[in-house]
C-alpha cells in the first residue's frame, strides 16, 4: 500500500453521466420523474419511482442491461486500474446507490479495485423491487450539515475515513468530484490533501468562490484523459516525496532491495505503450572492458578484457568505479541476475575463472553445467532466482503501465529461464507480450542450458556495438516493423542499450538510467539519439517518469480528437437536478 486514499465520486466523475437520470431516461420514465421530482427529496423519489416502474413490468434485468450502457471515457477505467496497481486504496463516496455503482464497476471489471463504496443503500427486495434508501435516515438521526441534502453529507464520511488513519500520519487523500455535495468534503481536508474538482462543474465553482475555505492543494480536470494524467501524476510524485522522506532513516531497507534495472518501453501512439525491462543492470561491455559488480562482497569489480581493446584508459575505470561507489551510497544495490545466481550457489571463484577465458555468455552455459556436475538442480536455481531483490515500486510501476494499455516487453541479455522464473514469481508474467533474450532452458538430464540470443559462431549480426551474442538494435528495429504508428518508451541502463537507443526515432523516449553505461554514452553523444530523453535512478524515480510519460503521451493524443460535443452531451446542469437545501452556496 502506498500509504494514498483516492475518493471518487461516481456520476459524472467515474461514469460521465448521472446514473439516475441514465435510468429513468433510458427506461422512458420521464415524464413521470419530472411529476414527482416537485413534491418529494430525490432520494425518496428514486425509490417512489423504482416502485412505479416495477408496477409498469420493468425488471431488475432490464434496469442492469440500461447501468450496462452507461456512457464512460475510455480512459477512466486505464486510470482506476493504475491507481490501484500503483498501491492506492480506492474507495466510492457518492450519492448514487449500491446496486447501481456495483454493476457497473462490476460489469467494467473494477470491483476489486474498490475498498469501500459509501453511498445510498438500493437492493431488490422479496417481490424483485429495487428499493433506495437514504444513507443516512434523515427522519430520525439528521446529520446536521446544512452543506449537503438530507440523505447524505459526504463530509461526514471522510470524517470517518480520516478518524481511521489519525495514527499513521502520513496517509493522503486525493478527492475526485464534480458536484456540489462534493464542496463540504472538500472543507475536511487537510494540508496534505490533494483536491481535483471537475472543471466548470458545481463544485469547481463552489471552490473558485470559496478559495480560502479550502486547505488541501486544489487541481482541476476536465474529462478523462485529464484525470487519468493529473491523478497518476499526483500519485507518482506523491510515492516518490514519500520515499525520498524514508530513505533518511531506511537506509538498510534499501540495501536489501536490490535487484532493478528495469526499464520500461514505449507507447504506441494510439493507446499503447511498450515497455523493456534490463535485467543486468551492472554487467557491461565499454570499451572492451567487462564490468562486474558482486552484491555480496559490496564493491568489488572484474574487468575482462575482450580481445579488441587491450588499451582502455585506467581513468575510465577510476571513474567507473567512482560512479557506482556514489551509487551504492545513495540509492539501492542493484543486482545482475547472473552474478546473483553464481554467488548465492557459491560458485563465484570459478566463475571469476571462467571469465577470463571465454565470452559472457558462453561462460554462464558452461558455469550451469558445472553447478549441475556439483549436484545443483533446478530447483536450487529457481529457489535464488526468487529471492532475487527488486526495487519495491518497480512491481508497481509494471502493473500500472499495463494496467494503462502499454504493450509491455523485455528484451534482455539475460535468459528466458532466469526471465520467466523471475516475472511469474513476481505476478507480472502476463504484462509482457514479449521476451527477447538468449534462449535459457533445461535439458534432458535437468540442466540449465544458456544459448545466445543470435548465434555468433554462424552467423554475426555485424554490429561492433554489441557484444557477439546479442544486438538490442536489431530487435528494435524488427519491432519497429511491426508497429504502426506507435510510440517505443525505451529504459534501460546497460551499454547494451546504446545500440537500440539510436534507433529509436523524434516520436519516441528513451529512459537511460542515470551516471550508469548508458546515460554517460547518450551523454557523450547526444546529437546522435533523436528520441525524447528522461533520465532516472531508481524505482520510484523510474515510476514516475515512466507513468508521467504514459499520461502525458495518451492525453496528447486524445486531444487530437474533438470531444467538445461529448461535453455538450453531458447534460448536467440543465437538467433537473438533485434537490440541495439552500445553503449550498458557502456564506
Ligand atoms: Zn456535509
Ligand atoms: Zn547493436
Redesign the pocket.
Known sequence: MSGIVVVFDFDKTIIDIDSDNWVVDELGATDLFNQLLPTMPWNSMMDKLMEELHLQGKTIEDIKQVLNRVPIHPRIVPAIKAAHALGCDLRIVSDANTFYIETVLSHLGIRECFSEINTNPGFVDDEGKLRILPYHDFLRSPHGCSLCPPNMCKGKVIERIQSTFKNEKDKRIIYLGDGAGDFCPSLKLGKGDYMMPRKDFPVWDLICKNRELVKSEIHEWTNGEDLERILLHLITSLISTEDMKSNIDNTSQLFDCKFETIALGALPKPLYCMVFVCFHPFHDLIDGYMVIIDPIKRLHMLYYLLQKKRDMSSKRLHMLCYLLQKKKRYTIIDIDSDNWVVDELGATDMFNQLLTTMPWNTVMDKMMNELYLQGKSIGDIEDVLKRVPIHPRVVPAIKAAYALGCDLRVLSDANLFYIETILKHLGIRECFSEINTNPGFVDEEGKLRILPYHDFHTFS?G?N??PPNM????IIERIQTTLENKTIIYLGDGAGDF?PSLKLTKEDYMMPRKDFPVWELICKNGDLVQADVHEWADGEELERVLIQLITTIISMDENVVDNTNQLFDCKFETIGHKVLPKPLYVP
Open positions: 549480426h554490429c556495438l554489441c544486438c538490442k538494435g536489431k545500440c
